[in-house]
């Protein structure tokens, strides 16, 4: 799932990892959720993710808030361009403390640095933001594609190993989830790495998230 202020680039990072384009001119703002899916080749299998983009705006925050508690992980999203964006990055993570799992998997993700003459937000503040925190940290350009394939199959990294940790019965689909880790590997496949890693898999599937409208830059 995405978080952060309007205009941080939440969906064009979404449609630059779902499809490799970059949405410059003509662009909508998300209003309220969307999500698209995405399989990925991860290590010895495919993760379907299914990502889901939120607004921003301050008059979607309640709608946001609800979808928390049935996210997997989540990515916060920062303009490096506008420091405002980037200070409220500890309210979005207090709502997050508030409504989402204690599981939850974070990535902080300070994007646009593109746009380096305009930059606000020195790497090193985010940095610091994400240890204090205990997150993860990542630069990323919706424009340029920089560490974009990246930060999306990290974020899979941690879901696969946070899953498998988890009892079955938590791993079952919810119709409203907005990460979730699907196996699509071969039966054959399937077995070996129960054996090796001492946990198994239920289902049938994949990762999920959201995406959707606006792409302010």
């Known amino acids: 799932m995405l978080l952060g202020d309007s205009c941080t680039g939440k969906t064009c990072l979404l449609i630059r990892f779902k499809d490799n384009t970059f949405m410059n001119n003509n662009f909508i703002s998300t209003v309220g959720i969307d999500f698209r ?5 991860l290590d010895r299998c495919k993760v379907k993710l299914q990502i889901w983009d939120t ?19 989540l990515l916060l999203v920062y303009d490096v361009t506008k420091r405002s ?20 998997q974070l990535i902080l993700v300070g994007n646009k640095t593109d746009l380096a003459s305009e930059r606000k937000v020195r790497p090193e503040e985010g940095r610091q933001l994400a240890q204090a925190y205990n997150i993860g940290f990542m630069e990323t350009s919706a424009k340029s594609g920089h560490n974009v394939h990246e930060v999306f199959l990290e974020l899979s990294r941690r ?4 899953t498998a940790q988890r009892p079955a019965a938590e791993n079952g689909r919810g119709a409203s989830d907005a990460l979730k880790l699907i196996d699509e590997r071969e039966p054959y496949q399937h077995q070996q790495q129960q054996q090796e890693a001492g946990w198994s898999w239920t ?15």
């Open 37 to 41: 899916n995405k399989l990925v080749d």
């Open 203 to 217: 289902g049938a599937g994949g990762l999920v998230g959201k995406g959707g409208a606006q792409c302010c830059g």
């Open 159 to 162: 879901l696969v190993r946070t």
């Open 55 to 73: 607004a921003g705006q301050e008059r979607f925050r309640s709608l946001t808030a609800s979808y928390y508690r049935d996210a997997d992980a």
């Open 85 to 104: 964006s980037f200070d409220n990055i500890r309210d979005w993570l207090a709502q997050v403390k508030e409504y989402a799992k204690e599981s939850v």
